[in-house]
Structures are given as C-alpha cells and as structure tokens.
C-alpha cells in the first residue's frame, strides 16, 4: 500500500464525514435550476434576479417578464 492509497482512503473518510458522500456541485447546480421560461422552456437558477429574467424576456421573445415567468415572485 503506498502513499496514494492513503491519500485516496483519507479524502474518502473525510467526504464521508462532511456528508456529502460524492455530490457534485454540478448536479447541485442542476437541481436549483426551477425557473423555467414558458416560452422556450430554458431552466434558470433559483437564484436569477429580475433583471436577467427581464433581458431574456425581452431580448429573445419580445415578451415581458410576466408571460414568460409567471411564477417568479421577485423577493
């Protein structure tokens, strides 16, 4: 056994212990995605703030930001 196998064994152990047991952040990512334009059903982040969702409105659809996301309560 050499020292990389105890290297890889040490970053298993320590993933286990932090809880995330091989989540990518990409698939984190992913699953945050659930603004969805109606228009061309391109997912955005949760995150998203009015004005980017304003610009593809407007920018690709000519629509405003409510016909094309409904759901978006701006916080």
């Not at 610009?55 to 405003?64: I, L, T, V």
Request: aromatic letters at 4%; hydrophobic letters at 30%; proline letters at 5%.
């Amino acid at each position: 056994m050499g020292n990389g196998a105890k290297a890889q064994q040490k970053r298993e152990r320590n993933t286990d212990k932090a809880g995330k047991a091989g989540k990518s952040q990409l698939k984190v990512n992913e699953a945050s995605k659930s603004l969805v334009c109606t228009q061309c059903r391109q997912p955005f982040m949760n995150t998203a703030r009015a004005p980017a969702l304003e610009e593809h409105a407007q920018n690709k659809h000519s629509k405003p930001l409510a016909e094309c996301f409904p759901t978006f309560v701006q916080s």
